[in-house]
C-alpha cells in the first residue's frame, strides 16, 4: 500500500501541474493573450508618438511663422507694438 502512495501523488502533482500550465493565471492561452494584447497597446502607442510629434511640430511651426510674419511686417511696414517706440536710422 505504500508503494501506490508516492506514485498517485507524483501524478496528482504532474496533473495539477499541468492544470495549471493550460489553466491557471500564468496559462499558455493566458499569456499568449496579454502579449497580443501588448502588441496592440505598442503599436497605438507609437501611433500616438507620431501624433504627438506631428502636433508639436504644429505647434513649432506656427509660433516661428508668428514671429516670421512679425519680423516682416516691423522691416518692410515699419509696424510697432504698443508701448514701443520706432526710430529709423539712415544710412
Known amino acids: ?3 501506490r502512495i508516492v506514485p498517485a ?7 495539477i501541474l ?3 500550465l493550460w489553466f491557471g493565471r500564468g496559462s ?3 499569456v499568449s493573450r496579454l502579449v497580443r494584447q501588448l502588441d496592440e497597446q505598442q503599436l497605438s502607442n507609437m ?3 507620431r501624433f504627438n510629434e506631428r502636433l508639436a ?3 513649432s511651426d506656427l509660433r516661428e511663422g508668428l514671429e516670421i510674419v512679425e519680423e ?3 522691416a518692410e511696414l515699419g509696424m510697432v507694438k504698443a508701448n514701443e517706440i520706432y526710430v529709423q ?3
Open 72 to 74: 516682416r511686417a516691423r
Open 57 to 59: 511640430a504644429e505647434i
Open 89 to 91: 536710422i539712415a544710412r
Open 1 to 3: 500500500m505504500g508503494n
Open 47 to 49: 501611433n500616438a508618438a
Open 9 to 15: 501523488a507524483l501524478i496528482a502533482l504532474l496533473v
Open 18 to 20: 499541468h492544470g495549471q
Open 28 to 30: 499558455v492561452p493566458n
